[in-house]
Every structure is written in C-alpha cells, then in structure tokens.
C-alpha cells in the first residue's frame, strides 16, 4: 500500500512539475508576442476598423441622442462620407487621366 502511494505522490510531483513547465513556456510565448506587437499601430488599426468605428459612432449618439452633441455627430459623419466620396472620385479622375496621357 505503502507502494502506491508513493507512486502516486511522484506521479503528482510529476504532473505539478510539467504544468509550471508548461506556464513558463505560454508566458514567455506571450511576452515575445508583446514585444514584437507594435501597439500604437496595431490600435489605430482596431480604431480605424469598420465594425469599431460604427459602433463608436453609434455609442457617440445613443450617449447625445436628442442634443446638439447627436447632430454635430451626425453632421460630421454626413461630412466625412462625402468628403470620402468626392475624395475617391477626384483619385478615379485622376487615375483615368493619368492613363489617357
């Protein structure tokens, strides 16, 4: 009995011992992921992202739905989609041009 049991107590030091192997390795993994991980970039991507950017605008006009603040958004995000628009239109022109020439 005596045995088993000090089988049994290795088998746990074993297994003790591999699971803090294991929690060394996935954080040195993470921590080389950090370092490599361009932060300020890789938060204007989120920013600049679709879902991200509509879902802050829509957060921007629940927070001043019925004030100044939700037209101003609303006026400014009227005023970026056609400042966008005119913008890919004028490079289409351009781009056209260029080529005609």
Known sequence: MSKE???LALRKQ?????SALYRL??????????QSLQWAKV?????????IRSALLGFAYKVFQGT???RLVG???????VAKTVS???NLFRSSADRQS
């Not at 074993?14 to 591999?18: D, S, V, W």
């Not at 006026?75 to 989609?81: K, L, S």
């Open 5 to 7: 049991l000090e089988q």
């Open 14 to 18: 074993l297994l003790q011992a591999r």
């Open 25 to 34: 390795k996935m954080q040195h993994e993470i921590r080389t992921i950090g």
């Open 43 to 51: 938060g204007s991507k989120v920013i600049g992202s679709y879902p």
């Open 68 to 70: 100044r603040g939700a």
């Open 75 to 81: 006026f400014a995000t009227r005023a970026f989609i």
């Open 88 to 90: 890919s239109i004028i």
